[in-house]
């Protein structure tokens, strides 16, 4: 059964091999392709069906159920040009009767420069200096519809500004999320539904392409028997309605459940490494840091660097509760893989 499951992961990991990433640029808020989390980005941005913490909301917003407890991120992306990415999300799951939801609320903003040059004319001194600036507001909401099954949505708001312009748009995302209980988690998610931005003073809509996304993520260190071990293995399918169909691949190991190392790829090579403490059995911090190669500028690269912490909260109880005999299997077995959280 585990090498079946692998066989599923790593054929969406070999469509690389046959599917180049669609380059957005051009496209309407362009920059919600990079994603968000440096573990993400490590793992090349294939994170559909992993979505286990805050920046699940730019993946697969169902995911957030697996958040253990309230968790608070904060990041920074360095970009060629000038450009950069913020990111910061605070997420806390709850329990109501017997039922488990989680909430997320976040932050993106995106900076293409503050000093970019206008000019009417060939001259080389600029007529002026102006700023292209986005912030998105995220509200996300997600339920266990039972202990393998979640699902989830994001409202977002957002605000645009370039120079004096501004607009305003609200847009949609919704996602899903199944755990087989062998190891094997898959993801759904279509993000930017009906996200269309209005500016100020024009009749023109700016609408954002909608992104259908499924991926497979397997929990491979079973098949190596090293006392430990932790492997995770996942792949991404991403069709862009406007036409563009590409995959993204990623893996994580950590050898003691401190210290993790990535690798991705996503029409780019990505890189990334991640260290995970626990001061106490209340609180944990993990600090991650990626860089992918810049596909604007050949041999530059761009840094991603994010913080995250946790206030444990035992609410993972009601969802995926397991007999005592089954965890002692599945630890044997390889198969009790627990992401950096």
Known sequence: MQRKCLKVVLVMVFLQVFFSRFYAAGEPMAFLNMGAGARATGMGGAFVSVADDTSAVLYNPAGIVGVHGMQLAAETYILSLGRSVNYMSICKPFDIGDN??????????YSAGRDIEKRTTNSNDPDSLFSDVSHFFIFTAAAAVSKRFYAGANIKLMLHYIGEAQGTGVGFDAGAFFKTGMGLDFGLS???????????????????????????????????????????????????SFGYLSARAGVEASGNGVFFIRAGYSGAPAFGVGIKLEPSQVFAFRFDYAFIDDIIIPGAFNHRLGVTVEYIFPHRVKVEEEAPEEKVRKREEGRDYESPW
């Open 190 to 240: 279509v993000m930017n539904i009906s996200a269309n931005m209005n500016w100020d003073n024009s009749p023109h809509v700016e609408k954002a392409a909608p992104v259908i996304s499924a991926g497979a993520s397997y929990n491979a260190a079973g098949l190596f028997r090293v006392p430990g071990l932790k492997l995770l293995l996942s792949g991404d399918i991403l069709y862009n």
């Open 100 to 109: 488990v939801y989680s909430t997320a609320i976040s932050w993106l903003n």
